[in-house]
């Protein structure tokens, strides 16, 4: 049946209507659908508010509020957290990255779930507001409607506006300050449809708000004094009012984005707790002030009527701001406008109580309402909707200079601050970064060494050897080779280096330190184009290592130069250079967050995706952390990201049994797909974007690339990955019993020894033989690390722990006949230092296990060792 009426309504609108008509009647639609849950909204926190201050009356306040709070909040949480968890928060933020193409989704399932939530959180009493939700439910259903008659991609994008303007509209009766909305801070666009579609669902969500009476935020003018005036003596109050909104607003965003880091980081509950602990609080707090503030409008009504003092009305602005805080950072489902507007009257009526008492030319509820522009403006960095929002609620065109005066004012003062609104900060906060506005006029005079460099940077070992330095140059295109030490950038090989070696004669056991140009010229990935081009002339060299800090983070030739140069004379709009586009999500799903951290799982084999699964699942319930699974589909540089179509069905059976076990064990389990040109940068990028604390990845455990420890993509990984890394090598053996663990005392020792409890939690009854390796000749070998470790696995694991010092002049070759002599099922190998790293992957270890397939080999690199292995 859904199928015939796609089929139908296509066929009718190709037929009947041209496509801005069809265009109007979709917005039309759209309107009415979110008036109409925009008052389902506002007669359901009505009908359950008022029964909950007739219940306050009936019993002792201090019981009731509290109780009530607690069991709205809990019901709502349980219902985000169950049903759909993307409508935890305002929404405001998410219908902005929905509308700058960010992969999220925005179905009915949500819109449904936020009515519901929005409506038991907002009756239970917090002082949150309904603008949000309606906003996210009109952009929701819009997008429910588009899903219903497919459209193309940018028309869905306005339609998604329109809903959510509709949804403003309904929530202020403004259609007007809808409209701008949209445009001014959602999508950014004044192209004649989407100004009509928002328009009309605007104006329609509103006539439907109004006919049926909503309560909508009418700032109740029949309680306050009509007269308002303005004078020019008033001017300098009027700029203090917006300095002061200018500084709220930053403080606001900035408690917000703290009130939620620490939610995340402290309180360890679930999401219906949490919220229930917010209802509880609360109630409490409102239950001890009189009881005109029991109700959410109470403060506004106070300050309308004028007859508080200021030291009730600033009282109640700091507990409302604290209050604000709290309860949105449990996740609760409603706006932050509505309140910002509550805090900017409070703070217009003590200026205009200071006016009063100087002057004595207007009203202290003539301030108050100016006062709610201001920091509505100081807070979502909107100046003119922020102007055309209280006016429409006030209808008094005396507002109008004021009003503009403080929020340009206020705009002024906060961005000078803090650039960025409260949504931008909010998407950030969870780890999305909208695509910043750059000048189309004059792109090549924007372009730094990160958009020009290569990223993934061949190298060279400064302890290689002469043989092994000319085997890389010979089975690589590339004449530039980047030497490390430790990590760190301490010289180049080039061409040159070896022919001029070559006129002069070799030494007998030459090394790369030996041959290469020490202390290169480098430069900074912020640096522009143009200083690249001024240190390769002046210098006179072919190529620049880029370097942040001390990590190579690139490379720089002058055919990168030339291909970029090329590609915008002959205008190609991805000049930049495809190295330099980032991965995108294209698929995603999330979980509710713990907030101690997250693992990331990359899963690309599905033989060995089942295994790593299991030791993530195994080191989350230990650590109490997320699991992130990861998989990436990698398109040819010279593709578009945007614009090639992949299939993602491989992609989904793995992404499904991580989602599977993460329910079974009660683990959080967020999935992810990306398309990207680099496979390593993909990784890293997920890495910073999604926070991430600790990484397992699979290995295959040998690579065939000269000058490379690992692979190309492990080697880039394990360089610059800001968190603790996990390499496993997989044998076809899938049973784990018997561990060895080489130790030698460093970080990456100290991890893989505090991995050990979780990892044998996969055996049944496991046996841990922890080895130290001393040279040959030594009588007397200091075991104080082995026993250490000993002790403390001996009280962490039901198993057999032994130790053994190993006595050979050769790292690789102890550890090996240690591994046969005991009958190995993994070995952890914790890598500290170059040169062992070097003996334990290029010698013999590596290679025989990779034969006889005898042994499962986990690498660890903790997140402090950064730099410290190449």
């Given amino acids: 049946m859904a199928r015939m009426g796609q089929i139908y309504w296509k066929r009718l609108s190709h037929k009947l209507l041209p496509t801005k008509r069809l265009a109007m009647v979709q917005a039309c639609l759209i309107g009415l659908v979110s008036g109409l849950a925009a008052v389902l ?135 007007i300050a809808g409209v701008l909305f949209v445009v001014e801070e959602l999508l950014q666009d004044v192209s004649d449809i989407t100004l009509g579609t928002a328009i009309l669902a605007s104006f329609i969500g509103s ?136 805090l900017g009257a409070a703070l217009g009526y003590l200026v205009g109580t200071l006016e009063h008492h100087f002057l004595a030319v207007s009203l202290a509820t003539t301030y108050a309402r100016v006062g709610m522009g201001a920091f509505f403006c100081g807070v979502a960095r909107v100046p003119i909707t922020a102007v055309i929002i209280v006016f429409e609620m006030t209808t008094d065109f005396n507002l109008v200079l004021p009003l503009m005066i403080v929020s340009v004012t206020a705009y002024l003062v906060a961005e000078a601050l803090e650039t960025g609104s409260l949504y931008d900060h909010l998407l950030e906060f969870k780890g999305i970064h909208l695509p910043k506005e750059t000048n189309p006029q004059a792109p090549w005079t924007q372009l730094t060494a990160a958009n020009v460099m290569q990223p993934s940077v061949e190298t060279l070992g400064s302890r290689m050897s002469w043989d092994e330095a000319l085997q890389a140059f010979s089975q690589s295109s590339h004449r530039h080779f980047p030497v490390l030490e430790k990590g760190k950038l301490v010289g180049i090989l080039t061409q040159q280096d070896i022919t001029n070696l070559s006129q002069t004669g070799l030494s007998e056991h030459p090394t790369v330190a030996q041959v290469m140009t020490p202390e290169p010229v480098t430069t900074s990935p912020v640096d522009t184009l143009a200083h690249v081009l001024h240190l390769l002339n002046r210098y006179k060299i072919n190529c620049l290592p880029v370097v942040q800090g001390n990590r190579l983070v690139g490379i720089i030739t002058r055919s990168d130069i030339i291909r970029v140069e090329a590609a915008y004379f002959n205008g190609s709009e991805d000049f930049v250079g495809s190295k330099a586009e980032p991965s995108r999500v294209i698929y995603h799903t999330s979980a509710p967050e713990t907030g101690q951290g997250r693992l990331l799982v990359p899963l ?38 945007a614009e090639t179509q992949v299939n993602i069905k491989a992609a989904m059976g793995p992404l499904r049994q991580a989602i599977r076990l993460g329910r079974t064990w009660h683990i959080p389990v967020h999935t992810q797909i990306r398309v990207a040109h680099d496979l390593s940068q993909a990784i890293l990028q997920t890495i910073q974007d999604r926070h991430i604390n600790f990484m397992l990845m699979g290995w295959k455990g040998s690579t065939a690339t000269p000058g490379r420890v690992f692979s190309r993509v492990v080697d880039t990984v394990i360089r610059q990955a800001a968190c603790d890394v996990v390499l496993v090598k997989l044998n076809k053996q899938t049973h784990l019993e018997r561990w060895l663990v080489p130790i030698a005392g460093g970080p990456n020792s100290q991890q893989a020894i505090q991995l050990l409890p979780a990892l044998t939690s996969l055996s049944k009854t496991p046996v841990v033989n922890l080895c130290q390796v001393f040279e040959a000749n030594k009588t007397e070998a200091d075991t104080t690390t082995l026993k250490k470790a000993a002790d403390f696995l001996k009280q962490r694991l039901k198993g057999l722990v032994t130790i053994d010092p190993l006595y050979a002049n050769s790292v690789s070759e102890a550890v090996l006949d240690c591994a046969k002599r005991n009958q190995s099922d993994v070995i952890i190998l914790g890598a500290s230092r170059e040169g062992m790293l070097q003996q334990v992957v290029h010698g013999n270890i590596p290679a025989t296990i990779c034969r006889n397939n005898n042994q499962t080999v986990i690498l660890v690199r903790a997140a402090s060792t950064i730099g410290e292995v190449n």
């Fill in 604 to 641: 690309s084999n599905p033989k060995t995706a089942s295994m790593l699964l299991e030791m993530a699942i195994a080191i989350a319930r230990d650590r109490h952390y997320e699991i992130e699974c990861l998989h990436i589909i990698v398109v040819p540089q010279h593709k578009i990201l």
């Fill in 207 to 342: 006539v439907v708000a109004r006919i049926c009476d909503t309560h909508s935020l009418d700032l109740n003018l029949h309680l306050a004094a009509a007269n308002t005036s303005f004078y020019v003596s008033e001017i300098p109050f009027y700029l203090l009012l917006g300095i002061l909104a200018g500084f709220g607003g930053v403080l606001f965003n900035r408690g917000v984005l703290a009130s939620l880091g620490l939610s995340r980081r402290f309180l360890k509950i679930s999401l219906p707790w949490r919220m229930g602990l917010a209802g509880l609080v609360t109630g409490l707090v409102f239950a001890c002030l009189p009881s005109l503030f029991r109700d959410n409008a109470g403060l506004r009504e106070l300050l309308l009527t004028g007859e508080a003092n200021w030291e009730l009305v600033a009282l109640v602005f700091f507990l409302q701001f604290l209050l604000i805080l709290f309860t949105y950072a449990s996740g609760a489902p409603a706006g932050l406008l509505v309140p910002t507007l509550g």
């Fill in 41 to 175: 909204l506002g007669q359901g926190v009505g009908l359950l508010g008022g029964w909950r201050l007739q219940i306050s009356h009936q019993f002792p306040a201090l019981l009731a509020l509290p109780i009530i709070g607690l069991v709205g909040g809990f019901l709502a949480g349980w219902l985000v957290e169950r049903i759909a968890p993307e409508a935890a928060g305002s929404g405001m933020s998410e219908v902005k990255a929905v509308l700058a193409k960010v992969p999220m989704p925005l179905n009915l399932r949500i819109a449904v779930v936020k009515l519901v939530g929005a409506t038991l959180v907002l009756a239970s009493g917090m002082p949150l507001g309904r603008e949000g939700p309606t906003v996210q439910i009109g952009a929701a259903l819009a997008s429910q409607f588009s899903r219903w008659f497919p459209t193309s991609p940018e028309h869905r994008r306005q339609l998604i506006a329109a809903g959510a303007g509709a949804g403003l509209a309904a929530a202020f009766n403004a259609p």
